[in-house]
């Protein structure tokens, strides 16, 4: 299972952009480079991620939508704004699973 755009929690149209405003942007975003920054309000950006870190961390597992739905919740609200790269991002997610 994937996390589509439909299923999340704040897809409402005003905290994600999904279109892509600077030239160096890109709308189909599909990769991620761990050194690279995470853009938390551009939509395409974090479904890529969240749907990259449950298949990267928990690939015998499969997740249903609440975990998704944590996963989105935790970047929004728990990880601290000073920690920004994918990798570093993952990592605090993965570390504080349990905590959050």
């Known amino acids: ?15 994600y952009k999904w279109k892509a405003v600077a030239d160096h942007d890109n709308p ?7 050194h690279s920054e995470l853009n ?12 990259h870190i449950g298949v990267k961390h928990w690939p015998v597992n499969p997740l249903n939508l609440s975990t998704y739905n944590k996963i989105e919740r935790m970047i929004r609200h728990s990880v601290p704004s000073d920690i920004r790269t994918h990798k ?13």
């Open 40 to 51: 938390r309000t551009e939509g395409y950006e974090i479904l890529y991620f969240i749907n």
């Open 88 to 100: 570093k991002i993952a990592d605090w997610i993965i570390s504080n699973w349990s905590k959050v």
């Open 28 to 34: 189909y975003y599909t990769k991620g480079i761990d």
């Open 1 to 15: 299972m994937s996390y589509k755009k439909s299923e999340m929690l704040y897809d409402d149209g005003v905290y």
